[in-house]
T-cell receptor, first 115, second 116 residues
Framework: ETGVTQSPTHLIKTRGQQVTLRCSSQSGHNTVSWYQQALGQGPQFIFQYYREEENGRGNFPPRFSGLQFPNYSSELNVNALELDDSALYLC??????????????FGPGTRLTVL | AQSVTQPDIHITVSEGASLELRCNYSYGATPYLFWYVQSPGQGLQLLLKYFSGDTLVQGIKGFEAEFKRSQSSFNLRKPSVHWSDAAEYFCAVARWSGGGADGLTFGKGTHLIIQP
């Protein structure tokens, strides 16, 4: 069984640029959630996708957007990057019922640095 | 809105000693509670979770946690720690929004240091 994978591992961007992060969910999982983890903090929920539709969103501005594809892989897009967007971005997939009560399996994350 | 507090930023324990990591939550109804562990440069691994039923939950790697509604707590315990347990530990509660349950709300984490 393949776990959650994310790409790239590391990324460096400059302020004002746009970035796309990718996530492949664990086999059989149709729900993907994205989290932002700033240095020394716990992860913060950005949004969740279930069957290609946004299923919930945390307190993040609209310049954070996402997509989920028919194979349940997902993208996180961030426009107009700010210095505070520097963080570890975590993707998690969960089992088919689409409820947060299901276990969320996390990928290793993408480390984004904004200069 | 739900919230999670982990009062201890750092905890140092000798190898072989017992461990208890504290977690307090704020939530109106019965919460769904989780403990995750994160090793340096790694993603999060689920240790255990509580939804309902027996308030003492067993997890992986010899960890257990006890749900105490009266104290709004979900403390993580291990009877004897190993050097490999050194990591960051996060307590989390399920988020419930208008559309139903979606993401997790995490505490800020407790950094566990193991002394030889």
């Amino acid at each position: 069984e393949t776990g959650v994978t994310q790409s790239p591992t590391h990324l460096i961007k400059t302020r004002g640029q746009q970035v796309t992060l990718r996530c492949s969910s664990q086999s059989g999982h149709n729900t993907v959630s994205w989290y932002q983890q700033a240095l020394g903090q716990g992860p913060q929920f950005i949004f969740q996708y279930y069957r290609e539709e946004e299923n919930g969103r945390g307190n993040f501005p609209p310049r954070f957007s996402g997509l989920q594809f028919p194979n349940y892989s997902s993208e996180l897009n961030v426009n107009a990057l700010e210095l505070d967007d520097s963080a570890l971005y975590l993707c998690a997939s969960s089992t088919p019922s689409g409820s947060v009560a299901d276990t969320q399996y996390f990928g290793p994350g993408t480390r984004l640095t904004v200069l | 809105a739900q919230s999670v507090t982990q009062p201890d930023i750092h905890i140092t324990v000798s190898e072989g000693a017992s461990l208890e990591l504290r977690c307090n939550y704020s939530y109106g109804a019965t919460p769904y509670l989780f403990w995750y562990v994160q090793s340096p440069g790694q993603g999060l691994q689920l240790l255990l979770k509580y939804f309902s039923g027996d308030t003492l939950v067993q997890g992986i790697k010899g960890f257990e946690a006890e749900f105490k509604r009266s104290q709004s707590s979900f403390n993580l315990r291990k009877p004897s720690v190993h050097w490999s347990d050194a990591a960051e530990y996060f307590c989390a509660v399920a988020r419930w929004s208008g559309g139903g349950a979606d993401g997790l709300t995490f505490g800020k984490g407790t950094h566990l240091i193991i002394q030889p």
